[in-house]
């Protein structure tokens, strides 16, 4: 039987109608992961293809969002984003308060030159090594993070010195981050532990000097790099939906190699977005500084494992957590 001309013409907004909710079906299938991140210049580098569309997925959609450390450390234990980027050591104080974590990558590790984690003093200050700094005012963004204990690992190792916060060589003050360069500038502190853009910055003026590398003698002490961050989940939720978390990983990691490979044309456009940023700033956090690598190496295991164990030796923990059963079977192996 011939279909009539009207029926076809009919038919074609139905035919429409049903494309259009294929169409809307196939977008809502895909399931969302929220991510929380440090609000860095330097990650958003990191994120860079993942924000512009240039590594894609038709399975899920990453919604990335920048807190800075309380916020993040506020929302870990409310589970608000399925993802969180966190300190090494959150993992083993969160399992004190009845909190398990699971690592999916690590997400801040030691650059290979290593440049990260200086002492700073002021060019023309009478110390010139850490014995002069005895007694004096070493300026920190927080005494609690995993990146200050490696810092304090690394000078009672390599140079014989007391990093006790109570009765030690040192007077450690805690500033906030943005404040750390002035605060050395005007003597408010006499060394400070400069986060990574104002060593950059404080390299290329050349108005300040490192009295110790403490990245490089963690290298040369205990032959890894140190991890001051990872990203981590529930249990709860990654059972729930492993294959999102699977291509949450595969994403970041592909975001990560992106960045390296176009480091000068990432760099560019986050520095276009951030006014005190240079572009050449990102190209030299991941390759002196920091690195996000998107994966978990043999040795972010060792390195874990150290900076659990040397705390516990200080006295920070009681109990040194098993880096296996921490980490997620299925994360991106190095």
Do not use: C
Not at 166 to 189: M, Y
Not at 317 to 329: C, F, G, N, S
């Amino acid at each position: 039987m011939k279909t009539s001309g009207f029926l076809k013409l009919a038919s074609l907004p139905i035919a429409l109608a049903v494309a259009g909710l294929v169409s809307i079906t196939q977008a809502s299938a895909k399931e969302k992961i929220t991510y929380a991140y440090l609000a860095d210049p330097a990650l958003e580098g990191v994120l860079y293809a993942i924000k512009n569309g240039i590594v894609k997925s038709d399975k899920i959609e990453i919604e990335a969002s920048a807190l800075q450390i309380p916020a993040l450390i506020s929302s870990t234990p409310a589970k608000k984003y399925d993802v969180i980027m966190n300190a090494v050591m959150a993992i083993p104080f969160a399992k004190r308060r009845g909190l398990d974590l699971v690592v999916l990558s690590s997400a801040l590790r030691s650059a290979k030159g290593r440049l990260g984690a200086g002492i700073w003093v002021k060019k023309d200050s009478p110390y010139k090594t850490l014995a002069d700094l005895k007694g004096k005012k070493i300026g920190s963004y927080s005494l609690r993070a995993t990146g200050t204990t490696w810092i304090r690992i690394a000078l009672a190792k390599k140079y014989d010195v007391n990093v006790s916060y109570k009765g030690g060589d040192f007077s450690w003050v805690q500033i906030p981050a943005p404040a750390l360069l002035s605060a050395l500038e005007t003597g408010r502190v006499d060394a400070a532990t400069l986060i990574h853009a104002q060593a950059y910055s404080a390299r290329k003026t050349g108005n300040y000097r490192v009295l110790a590398w403490t990245n490089k003698d963690i290298k040369e002490m205990f032959g890894v790099d140190s991890l001051s961050a990872v990203n981590v989940t529930y249990p709860d939720k990654l059972n729930t939906r492993p294959d999102a978390f699977r291509e949450f990983n595969r994403m970041m990691h592909e975001s990560v190699k992106y960045a390296v490979a176009n480091a000068d044309k990432v760099g560019a456009a986050i520095a276009k977005n951030t006014a005190k940023i240079e572009p050449g700033y990102f190209k030299a956090w991941i390759n002196d500084y920091s690195y996000f690598p998107g994966a978990v190496s043999a040795e972010d295991k060792k390195a874990m494992t150290l900076v659990w164990s040397q705390s516990k030796d200080m006295g920070i923990l009681k109990k040194v957590p098993d880096v296996e059963k921490a980490i997620w079977r299925d994360a991106i192996k190095e």
